[in-house]
């Protein structure tokens, strides 16, 4: 690994420390993300019903009001005995219970197991007062009269006697009240994410409603009258409009509400005017596309004079590659976020999860916002340049029984064929100019859900 001058440190935002300095009017990747998530705040709470708060981030901690289960019951569908009463039995010595009665999931009062009685019981049974033990049906005649019981159909017990051929332990097969959550405890803690098992444990203890912060509504707008909506007709110079799409599945990755809007064409007014009206649904706006110098560059044109609209849009210079035009600022009365990304494909998404991403999950309430980040030994063919003073992000993929990274595809902001191949971002620092298979590398990965 060749340098220029000292290292800036790890090259992942999420493990960053310390502020690069920021040289003329280019913008560090640190700079810039600091100060978008300086400028974004959590989500103010709103209860929700269960399943609506899927997805949504817990903004109390939830305490258990009832034990889980609530009561001891059943793990097998067998027989509720006292354990005392069977020990030394097996195949040549059955120990033969009298079987007073039955209990199934949500019987209220079981009958009562006394001295060489058992109940048969089936499995979320709650367990009858006097006994300590399931034998499991297997371990039975099943109340028949014909040897061991393998398997029996639902409801086909046979009351009268019942014959044992092994003995349980005191306490087997019985699932304790309180054994999954103590009334009284922490379940789930302000901050937690809020995936299936976790809708299943607050239904578990009875939470119809939860507090939570609301997932982000995001407004996805591109930008370039050459761009054509997916199953159109192309014409010449025309292409099809991936940004928005990419951006929009992103968002939704991160746990954003998403709207997305067809693309603008390059006129500033009308994406003004656009924005304008996205205000009102739109907790964070991502555009893509016209900040960079060009005579064309529509979001900068149209938010660099916002006219009667309140807010301010700063366009800067950012040392990274790709993704070097960035655009942030506030837009409206309620000082609405907007990112402005620039528009070649690799560059747009790249951005996003450096930038976006994080403010996501920033909003979402979520304690680290950040991808998790590993260290790898790069693989592939020859050295790689990488230039001075900017960190650069390729595209790999990541192998984490070996611990390895492979580049796929070049350093092109174009190269969308690469970009789908790729689960990991190969972070080579501001002042590493080259790298060679061997050098180990900060990788951010892509492809773990948090």
Request: glycine letters at 12%.
């Amino acid at each position: 690994m060749r340098t220029s001058g000292p290292t800036s440190g790890s090259g992942s935002p999420r493990t960053s420390t310390g502020r690069c300095e920021r040289l003329s009017d280019i913008w560090s990747v640190n700079d810039h993300l600091e100060d978008i998530l300086a400028a974004v705040r959590p989500l103010e709470p709103i209860e929700l019903q269960l399943l609506d708060a899927h997805g949504c981030v817990l903004a109390e901690d939830v305490t258990v009001p009832i034990a889980l289960p609530p009561f001891d019951n059943s793990s097998m569908d067998g027989y509720a005995v006292r354990s005392a009463d069977l020990r030394g039995c097996d195949h040549s010595a059955p120990a033969r219970l009298v079987v007073t009665g039955e209990v199934v999931a949500g019987t209220g009062d079981p009958p009562v197991v006394g001295p060489g009685q058992s109940v048969r019981i089936m499995t979320g049974g709650p367990v009858p007062q006097g006994a300590d033990a399931i034998v499991p049906v297997e371990w039975t005649d099943g109340g028949s009269g014909h040897g061991p019981a393998e398997t029996m159909a639902p409801g086909s017990v046979a009351y009268g006697q019942v014959q044992v051929f092994r003995a349980p332990e005191p306490g087997q097969y019985i699932r304790p009240r309180g054994s999954d959550i103590a009334a009284g405890s922490v379940a789930l803690t302000a901050g937690t994410l809020i995936g299936a098992p976790q809708v299943g444990l607050l239904a578990g203890i009875g939470r119809a409603f939860v507090r939570v912060r609301p997932r982000p509504r995001v407004v996805v707008v591109s930008t370039g009258s050459e761009l054509v909506r997916p199953g159109d007709e192309l014409g010449p110079g025309r292409i099809y409009d991936s940004n928005s799409f990419t951006l929009s599945a992103a968002a939704k990755e991160a746990g954003a509400v998403v709207y997305r809007v067809s693309a603008v064409a390059d006129d500033a007014r009308a994406l003004r005017t656009v924005l304008e009206d996205q205000l009102i649904r739109a907790d964070l706006i991502v555009t893509s596309g016209g900040v960079s110098v060009g005579a064309h560059d529509v979001v900068k044109e149209a938010l660099s004079n916002l006219g009667r609209t309140p807010g301010h849009v700063d366009f800067r210079r950012v040392a990274m590659q790709p993704g070097k035009p960035q655009g942030f600022g506030v837009l409206g009365e309620a000082r609405i976020p907007l990112l402005a990304l620039p528009g070649n494909p690799v560059s747009s998404y790249v951005s996003f999860e450096v930038f976006v991403r994080p403010a996501l999950r920033r909003m979402s309430g979520l304690p680290n916002p950040f991808r998790p980040g590993v260290r790898a030994t790069l693989e592939g063919d020859g050295p790689r340049s990488s230039p001075p003073g900017k960190r650069q992000f390729l595209r790999g993929v990541h192998d984490s029984y070996r611990r390895t990274v492979r580049p796929v595809g070049g350093s092109g902001s174009h190269l969308t064929g690469a970009l789908a191949h790729a689960d990991a971002l190969i972070v080579v620092p501001e002042h590493t100019t080259e790298i060679t298979p061997g050098d180990e590398l900060d990788v951010v990965l892509l492809d773990t859900p948090v």
